[in-house]
């Protein structure tokens, strides 16, 4: 099985401010990782997916980088309503797996 | 619109069975594979169960191995798990989340379903 590293585990951040959160895979994954963002009673919702690869949707300061075993969720000048828990989700082998999440309080 | 509703979610004893659903509209449902994930009060997300589109691949967690089965549909848009011997760490929401067509990433999230496995 796959294990995602997250970190970190809590941020504390103010708005306009960027933020990075990395994704660490126990093994290469080449650029199956994809990016969730969870609001508080809310379903996750897909926000990258391949690692950078951008969401119809989804705002331009949200963008991803990576490929291997370590990869980067980048919000740049963050707004209030990103407030919310983010996962990253590896599809290269089975059994899928998500990490720990990373809750940005804002 | 994509819209996934799961519904079956409840309060049952250690040992029992429930049967969760989930009704898929918006989108050409036979055209797509299917996920069970699950996420325990307070905490991360759990993948429980893959099936495709045609129900000729099936695969669980270990977790839920044995115990879970998947299944759907396609004629009724809808994706079942059938939950047996349910145990106290099987308390969590359930969420039916699609795979999307060209890819392996989860496009869309149901609301999700609560299930509350206690005495």
């Known amino acids: 099985e796959i294990v995602l590293t997250q970190s970190p585990a809590f941020q504390s951040v103010t708005p306009k401010e960027r933020v990075t959160i990395t994704c660490r895979a126990s093994?290469?994954?080449?650029?199956?990782l994809h990016w969730y963002q969870q609001k508080p009673d809310q379903s996750p919702k897909l926000l990258i997916k391949?690692?950078?690869q951008s969401i119809s949707g989804v705002p331009s300061r949200f963008s991803g980088s990576g490929s291997g075993t370590d990869f980067t969720l980048t919000i740049n000048s963050l707004e209030a309503e990103d407030a919310a828990a983010y996962y990253c989700?590896?599809?290269?082998?089975?059994?899928?797996?998500f990490g720990q999440g990373t809750k940005l309080e804002i | 619109e994509v819209q996934l509703v799961e519904s079956g979610g409840g309060l049952v004893q250690p040992g029992g069975s429930l049967r969760l659903s989930c009704a898929a509209s918006?989108?050409?449902?036979?055209?797509?594979?299917m996920n069970w994930v699950r996420q325990a009060p307070g905490k991360g997300l759990e993948w429980v169960s893959y099936?495709?589109?045609?129900?000729?691949?099936?695969y669980y967690a270990d977790s839920v191995k044995g115990r879970f089965t998947i299944s759907r549909d396609n004629a009724k848009n809808s994706l079942y798990l059938q939950m047996n011997s349910l145990r106290d760490e099987d308390t969590a929401v359930y969420y039916c989340?699609?795979?999307?067509?060209?890819?392996?990433?989860?496009?869309?999230w149901g609301q999700g379903t609560l299930v509350t496995v206690s005495s």
């Open positions: 391949y690692a950078s």
């Open positions: 989340a699609r795979r999307e067509n060209s890819g392996y990433e989860f496009d869309y």
């Open positions: 099936i495709s589109s045609s129900s000729d691949s099936k």
């Open positions: 093994q290469s994954i080449g650029s199956s």
């Open positions: 989700h590896q599809s290269s082998s089975l059994p899928y797996t």
């Open positions: 918006g989108f050409t449902f036979s055209r797509h594979s």
